[in-house]
């Protein structure tokens, strides 16, 4: 277990289930819009044979009122089709963005969870957009099916009853033009999932080039990062190309096989009209309805092309939501009114040998250790990305193994050594939810010192930060990243090395506002080796080789020369 509890959630939904999802979640939206939808296409399908009703009552005939009545039925028809497709779309429409907007939650739970096989923001920036909205899409292609398959079927209800050959040759052709432009589909539903892969990773790589540019500069290899991103945008391009082809070949192959199979339909009603057999209303109700049905069938004719790069979408959400988590999610939670002290009881992993300590609500206690494997270590076991290999760590006496979510987020708050503040402005980035007064705004920003990085810009807290604070120095990232946690003020807070691009000065301003903020309700751990932090502590837990070596006040261990010269070099 040394490398950490590895699970994959109970509540992950299979590809089917992500796929069929917008069914199942939206059936009230889909049941009223689905019929409205086929009132649209019943009616597209009426407006010819009303013309051509039209025209055997009201024109040949030359009777004012069967042609007034066959005009305002036409009025009808377009009245019932304009809002049929209005209110139908609304209906479908929204439940394509809930469900997206339900997938999208889906990948931003996953994507803020330690994994064993971490992706890159692009990609999980192309997961919440572009592989959601083609899962959510199933909506409207079920919606539109339907629709299409409801309206050819009534028009060959209406050809049977006015003549029986074309009824035959729609009924029979029309699934061997539906079939033969399905030849095609599974090499673009292989092409789809290929772009969408592409562009996923360089996606990917073009966050992870503009996070990284300044110590790409740093060291000179911002070229070969360059010729990197640019051989991966190249890939994503061509399979943008190829795929784009795809599916102009399956448009091109759908419009000739359905061009032909209307042509032919059209031959047969224009040679049945010149024999007499069919009235010159007729006529033009058969050529109109064969023109409309090009639309229904060129749907048909896509449908499996679509589904299929769903299909192909769901099974990439589904490996990615399903990729094993390192935080286990126990079934304990944390017993009322008992204090939330920190404890490591013989805790034992590849760089830590039988560690104890305790930080209780209060406390500050330093953890100096001599080789950053041991740092790492501890820090992993209480993030969650590690869990030990003996002993236990806990909170309030319940193993955090076996702590559920809810509690440990609640409770415990892990501050990494790299300070990436998010995207927005310097107020968001200490106080994302605006829950702060001004009074308690000031005292956090005091503890942290963070009072110069608001004056340093004329727009003061409302400055804006990009993203991983990329605008800010690395001294400024920490003091924002310190203020953050101090404002959230969690009952358990462990800091590592919070304070390497501050200068001393500013540092001991930052360790008493440590001191000072947390006041008797936090429990603060910080892994560090910077002399300021380690005398602003209660005490100092000591870990040399990986062993708890002493634990004592910072001034007490400063008479150990090894000590003195680990801490001092």
């Known amino acids: 277990m040394g490398t950490g509890s590895r699970t994959t959630p109970a509540t992950v939904r299979t590809s089917r289930q992500i796929l069929f999802g917008p069914i199942t979640h939206h059936r009230r939206l889909i049941a009223s819009g689905t019929p409205l939808i086929v009132l649209w296409q019943m009616c597209e399908a009426l407006v010819p044979v009303m013309i051509g009703v039209t025209i055997d009552v009201g024109i040949e005939t030359g009777e004012l009122r069967p042609f007034l009545l066959s005009c305002l039925a036409i009025v009808v028809i377009f009245t019932f089709l304009s809002y049929g497709y209005r209110f139908g779309a609304i209906f479908m429409n929204r439940a394509v963005q809930l469900e997206s907007h339900r997938i999208r939650l889906e990948i931003a739970d996953k994507a803020v969870q330690p994994a064993d096989d971490p992706k890159l923001a692009g990609e999980w920036l192309s997961l919440a957009t572009s592989d959601a909205d083609k899962v959510s899409l199933l909506v409207r292609q079920f919606g539109f099916t339907v629709a299409s398959l409801v309206t050819v079927t009534a028009t060959a209800v209406y050809l049977t009853r006015t003549d029986m050959t074309l009824a035959l040759v729609i009924l029979f052709g029309l699934p061997i033009t539906v079939g033969i432009t399905q030849l ?146 126990g079934p304990d939670h944390l017993p009322p009114g008992v204090p939330r002290d920190l404890r490591f009881d013989g805790v034992t992993t590849p760089a830590l040998t039988g560690v104890d300590l305790r930080c209780g609500p209060g406390q500050l206690v ?78 956090v920003l005091t503890a942290s010192a963070a009072h110069d990085v608001v004056a340093a810009h004329h727009d003061g807290l409302d400055h804006a930060v990009r993203s991983g604070g990329s605008s800010l120095s690395g001294g400024q990232r ?10 959230v003020s969690p009952p358990v807070l462990v800091l590592r090395d919070p304070t390497t691009a501050i200068d001393a000065v500013t540092e001991q301003q930052i360790a008493r506002g440590l ?55």
């Not at 399956?250 to 057999?277: H, N, P, Q, R, Y």
């Not at 001599?370 to 193993?399: M, Y």
């Not at 300021?532 to 008479?559: C, F, K, M, N, Y």
Request: charged residues 20%.
């Open 184 to 329: 095609v589909s599974p090499v673009v539903a292989r092409r789809t999932d290929r772009e969408q892969s592409a562009i996923a990773r360089v996606a990917g790589l073009g966050g992870d080039l503009v996070a990284g540019l300044r110590p790409l500069k740093g060291i000179g290899a911002e070229d070969a990062a360059s010729r990197r991103y640019r051989g991966a945008s190249q890939a994503a391009r061509t399979s943008s190309i190829v795929t784009a082809r795809s599916w102009g070949y399956m448009s091109g192959l759908t419009t000739l096989v359905s061009g032909l199979f209307l042509a032919v339909v059209a031959w047969l009603a224009g040679s049945k009209a010149i024999e007499g057999d069919l009235t010159l209303g007729e006529l033009v109700a058969i050529v109109g309805l064969t023109q409309f049905l090009a639309e229904p069938i060129s749907m048909l004719g896509a449908l499996s092309a679509q589904f299929a790069a769903s299909t192909a979408s769901a099974r990439r959400l589904h490996t990615a939501l399903a990729t094993p988590v390192r935080v286990r999610d």
């Open 366 to 443: 330093a953890v100096a250790c001599d080789s950053p494997d041991s740092a790492d270590s501890l820090v992993a076991l209480l993030d969650g990305s590690a869990a030990p290999s003996g002993g236990s760590v806990s909170i309030a006496g319940v193993d955090l193994q076996n702590l559920a979510g809810v509690d440990r987020r609640a409770t415990l708050l892990v501050v990494p050594h790299e300070a990436n503040p998010p995207e927005g402005t310097i107020r968001s980035a200490i106080d994302p939810d605006g829950t702060l007064d001004a009074t308690t705004l000031d005292e």
């Open 478 to 487: 920490q003091r924002l990243t310190i203020a953050r946690s101090l404002a």
């Open 515 to 569: 001191q000072g903020r947390l006041g008797r309700e936090t429990a603060t751990l910080v892994v560090t080796t910077s002399p300021t932090l380690l005398a602003a502590a209660d005490h100092v837990v000591w870990i040399r080789s990986g062993r708890v070596a002493r634990v004592a006040p910072h001034h007490v261990l400063q008479e150990d020369p090894e000590y003195r010269e680990e801490v001092l070099r």
